[in-house]
C-alpha cells in the first residue's frame, strides 16, 4: 500500500429501531452507544472523513455524535428501502473523497483498531476480516471498485453487489472475535467490552484556534470542507446537523477575525447561487488541517510514551 493512501469510513445506523429485529444504534455498550464506539474506533485508526447513514433516530443519532467530527447522511426512505440502499448512499457520497473505505453496518461494532490498522496494510483492493473460518465486518473496498457496487440493482444486496464485480475478496484471518455481528447477544457484548475499551484507549484532543473567544474548531473545519465540496451551505448544513444561522455566525466571526474573506458567495442561475471556499479560506483550511494532524500524532506518541509503554495504563 502507498504511503499516503487515504482511508474514508462508513457506518449504516439507518435501521427501523422500532422493530426489535433491527439494530439501534444508540443501544449502549458500557456507557457510550454502538455507533459512537465505531467512530471512536475509526478515529483509532486514523480514518477520516467518517460517514454515517441515518434513517430512524436520526436527530438522536446527530446529537449523540456532535462532537465528533462525522459527516451524517440521512436515506429518507429508510422505511421502505433496503439496507444496501443505506450502503449506496455513503459510498455515492464519499467516493470521491478518499482512496479506499472501510464498511460496516452498526450490527458489528466490536472489532479493534488493530484489526483495522492489519487491513490497511494488507494492501488488497477487497477484504474482509476472518476469525476462525468465519467472515465478518467491517469491510474494506478500493474506491476504483464502487462505480461497479453502485451499478448493481440485484436483491442480493452487498453480498450481490461484490460477486458481480468478479473480484476476489481477500480473507484476512484475524483473532479478533468482534468482527462478527453482536447486537443480539448482550452476554457476549458484555465479554467482549472490558477487551474493547483497553484497544480504543486513545487521548481524546480538542484543536481549537481562539482569542477573546473560540473562533474555529473541528466543527467549522468540517463546515468548510463540506462547502468545498458540496459549493452549498445549506447542504454543509444538513451533513453536519448544524443550523443554517449558526453556520453563517461561524463564517461570519472567523473572516471577522481573520481579516479576510474565506468564502466566495456567486449568486444566479435558475438554482441560485453556490458558496465556494476563497484561495485564502482553502490555504487556511489546509493549514489547519496539517497542525491538527501534528498536533494529535504528537498527543499520541506522547500518551503513548507515558502511559502505554510505561505500563501504567
Known amino acids: 500500500m502507498r504511503e499516503n493512501k487515504t482511508t474514508g469510513g462508513i457506518i449504516v445506523a439507518a435501521g427501523k429501531t422500532k422493530d426489535v429485529r433491527d439494530p439501534n444504534p444508540l443501544f449502549k455498550i458500557g456507557s457510550i452507544t454502538v455507533v459512537k464506539r465505531i467512530v471512536l474506533t475509526f478515529q483509532q485508526a486514523n480514518i477520516s472523513p467518517i460517514v454515517v447513514i441515518t434513517g430512524d433516530k436520526a436527530e438522536e443519532i446527530e446529537h449523540d455524535l456532535a462532537d465528533y467530527g462525522v459527516i451524517f447522511l440521512r436515506n429518507k426512505e429508510y422505511e421502505t428501502s433496503r439496507k444496501f440502499d443505506s450502503a449506496k448512499i455513503g459510498l455515492d457520497f464519499i467516493q470521491n473523497k478518499c482512496d479506499q473505505v472501510i464498511f460496516t453496518p452498526v450490527t458489528t461494532s466490536m472489532f479493534t483498531p488493530l484489526t483495522l490498522q492489519k487491513m ?93 473567544s473560540l473562533f474555529f474548531n473541528s466543527r467549522t473545519k468540517l463546515l468548510l470542507i463540506l462547502i ?86
Open 120 to 212: 490497511l496494510e494488507c494492501g488488497k483492493k477487497l477484504i474482509s476480516p476472518s476469525y476462525h473460518g468465519k467472515s465478518g465486518h467491517p469491510l474494506l473496498i478500493s474506491c476504483e471498485l464502487i462505480p461497479g457496487i453502485l451499478e448493481y440493482g440485484g436483491d442480493m444486496g452487498m453480498r450481490g453487489a461484490i460477486q458481480a464485480l468478479g473480484i476476489e475478496r481477500y480473507r484476512l484471518d484475524v483473532e479478533d472475535e468482534g468482527i462478527l455481528p453482536d447486537m443480539d447477544n448482550v452476554e457476549r457484548l458484555k465479554q467482549l467490552t472490558k477487551k474493547h475499551n483497553q484497544q480504543i484507549l486513545h487521548p481524546f484532543v480538542r484543536v481549537s484556534i481562539e482569542n477573546e
Open 228 to 313: 468545498q465540496d458540496t459549493h452549498s451551505v445549506r447542504s454543509a448544513c444538513r451533513h453536519i446537523a448544524l443550523s443554517y444561522s449558526k453556520a453563517w455566525n461561524m463564517i461570519n466571526q472567523l473572516e471577522q477575525e481573520l481579516g479576510y474573506d474565506v468564502v466566495e458567495r456567486k449568486h444566479g442561475g435558475s438554482k441560485g447561487g453556490k458558496t465556494y471556499l476563497t484561495r485564502k479560506g482553502a490555504q487556511f483550511l489546509e493549514k489547519f488541517q496539517q497542525f491538527e494532524e501534528n498536533v494529535r500524532q504528537y498527543a499520541k506518541d506522547e500518551f503513548n510514551r507515558c502511559f502505554i509503554n510505561n505500563t501504567l495504563i
